[in-house]
């Protein structure tokens, strides 16, 4: 627990910063107040009095310190906003230690991923409350948060695990630097996808005022340059009429045409700038990434690639947008500057600048940035739980762990177990008496699988497997909408599971966990069904684990043979109470205890 209590310290150290930082706040507006009401007081006195030079000095002398309060107060908003981010980064980190599931962020799949028929991510609660994903997020973006969510779901070949390894043992001890991104994020939580994808459409299309764009910019040019030098020639006395005048008319006859593609430019850049601005920090804290390891090297790579750094690009976009606002935020000046500037074209023209400069490289940004993301969060596991291992990807077929547990129970009612899984031709039959732990172990054994095989640790001591495809049928429910009992659903889910096992592919074996199958039925059919299902994984070299109450099936072909025998069992005092140990032994169980549940819970036999 001593990176809970490390959390809770830093959290406990925020909270007091940015309450000092409140306090000042308060006094700052007091101050604000202060300032301009003794400043418009004077306005008011010597717009209706007359100018004096003492009170017109004390009356700008005012307002100076008013705008100097102001920008004061904005910087410590700014950083009472960044402590309060690094607390909440804290507090979560706590909860996610102690398992703490109501104080972390809910986390149901991304938007645009269908869990409907995969193959294990319902029944090993890889998503929903008290999820695997729950407990390693939150992303600090969205784009993360969904690379995460894929890592999970699909399984990567050796070289990509083991470049994230690499990765995540480069940044599991960089506790500083994985706090403040994780405090970005917190900042950037209110960018919404749609406007980065009005953004990347404005990015990455083209010039909206099309093939004429050229010949548009040359007017723009030509107009304005004759609005000034005429404007200079009337002041000169060159000229004894206002001539500038009909430039200006031309400006504003050409700016009323193309109103609407310069305005619908800037809402799609500016929409999405508004998200960006809030990533601005993410990025400028992505240069800081360490990058000894070839993944993070190769990420800092995409973030800087060709001189076209991803921070800086996004500043310079930042500043361009800021001129744009003009528009909206002092209209009553943007009439007479458009008309004698022609303002809104020249931003355009430093937008589509950009646009063509940096406008296709913003995607790759943002999927760099999401990989970072998804490196953090299992680097955070990583420091989190430092007794667990890093997976080794051999060619054995063969699953096998020293001291595994299940990585959502938390430490101090985690109960490990020595396991193993395979070679073909086997399977591992678990049994035992109800409540034991039999469908813990299987989910144990498979979220350790998906973890490895996202690149992340596992909750072991040692773990060694194969490339696996993971196939589980653990929590089989019926469907009234597509009119599916819960014999059906089991038996489709059994068929997915088989038919995987005899397509396997290339360099990847089937890994299947199988919990009570075909308990919807009788018990004769129930055993002739479940050793032909046994007898088609076998034979197709797939490996896994199968519990069961039905003690005669290890009795009985193929599992006489080739099942290897486990069981979990329970413990009855001198007082006729009933616990619990979950410790994994050899063999076939030897009791029961359906009927002393009845009783414990009221019912009389």
């Known amino acids: 627990m001593r990176a809970a209590a490390q959390y809770s310290e830093n959290a406990a150290r925020y909270a007091d910063l940015r309450d000092e930082r409140a306090r000042l706040s308060a006094r700052i507006s007091r101050l ?356 667990w291992c890093t997976p080794q990807i051999s060619e054995a077929h063969l699953v096998e762990a020293v001291a595994l547990g299940h990585p959502l129970i938390p430490d101090h009612n985690r109960v490990a177990n020595d396991v193993s899984v395979g070679p073909p031709g086997t399977l591992l039959l678990v049994t035992g008496s109800n409540m034991s732990g039999k469908s813990t172990l299987l989910r144990t054994i498979g979220l350790n699988t998906v973890l490895a095989q996202a690149g992340a640790a596992v909750c072991a001591e040692r773990f060694s497997m194969p490339q696996v495809d993971l196939q589980s049928s653990i929590r089989v429910q019926d469907s009234l909408e597509l009119g599916l009992s819960y014999f059906m659903a089991a038996l489709a889910r059994l068929k997915g599971v088989v038919d995987a096992a005899e397509h396997e592919r290339e360099g990847r074996v089937l890994l299947y966990l199988l919990d009570e199958i075909l308990q919807g039925t009788n018990s004769a059919e129930r055993g002739i069904a479940v050793r032909a299902v046994a007898r088609h994984l076998i034979e197709a070299g797939a490996i896994g684990a199968m519990t069961t109450h039905d003690l005669n099936l290890a009795g009985e072909e193929p599992l006489s043979t080739a099942a290897r025998l486990v069981h979990f069992t329970e413990i009855v005092d001198g007082n006729g109470v009933m616990r619990f140990d979950y410790q994994l032994r050899p063999g076939l169980a030897s009791s029961r205890n359906a009927l002393r549940l009845m009783q414990m819970i009221g019912i009389e036999l």
Request: aromatic fraction near 10%; charge should be positive.
């Open 32 to 387: 604000r107040l202060a300032t301009f009401l003794p400043a418009a007081a004077c306005l008011v006195w010597l717009l209706s009095r007359g100018f004096t030079p003492l009170l017109t000095a004390v009356m700008a002398v005012l307002f100076l310190a008013f705008g100097a309060l102001v920008a004061w107060h904005a910087r410590v908003e700014e950083r009472l906003a960044w402590y309060e981010a690094l607390r909440l980064v804290n507090v979560r980190g706590v909860a996610r230690v102690r398992r703490d599931w109501p104080s972390l962020p809910s986390a149901d799949a991304p938007p645009g991923i269908d869990l409907s028929g995969h193959p294990y991510a319902l029944d090993l609660d890889v998503f929903g409350r008290a999820s695997l994903y729950q407990w390693l997020g939150p992303g600090a973006t969205a784009q993360g948060a969904q690379e995460l969510a894929r890592w999970l779901l699909s399984p990567a070949d050796r070289t990509e695990i083991e470049a994230r390894q690499q990765a995540t043992e480069e940044l599991a001890p960089a506790s500083h630097w994985r706090e403040q991104f994780a405090a970005h994020g917190v900042l950037a939580g209110e960018a919404r996808q749609a406007r980065m994808d009005l953004f990347l459409e404005w990015a990455e299309g083209a010039n909206p005022l099309g093939p004429r764009a050229s010949l548009i910019r040359a007017a723009v040019l030509a107009i304005t340059g004759s609005i000034w030098l005429l404007i200079a020639l009337h002041a000169a006395g060159a000229i004894t009429t206002a001539q500038w005048l009909i430039p200006v008319l031309a400006g504003m006859i050409l700016s009323y045409a193309l109103a609407g593609r310069v305005t619908r430019a800037f809402d799609r850049a500016g929409g999405g700038q508004l998200a960006l601005r809030a990533y601005a920090g993410l990025f400028e804290h992505a240069a800081l990434t360490p990058a000894s390891s070839p993944r993070l090297a190769e990420i800092r790579e995409r973030l800087s690639a060709d001189g076209m750094v991803a921070a800086l690009c996004m500043r310079r976009l930042n500043r361009i947008l800021g001129y744009g606002d003009l528009r909206r935020g002092a209209a009553i000046f943007h009439f007479p500057i458009q008309a004698l500037t022609l303002w809104d074209f020249h931003v355009f023209f430093a937008l589509e600048k950009w646009r063509r400069s940096a406008g296709g490289r913003v995607r790759i940004w943002l999927h760099a940035l999401a990989s970072l993301d998804a490196l953090a969060l299992v680097a955070a596991l990583r420091h989190d739980n430092p007794g």
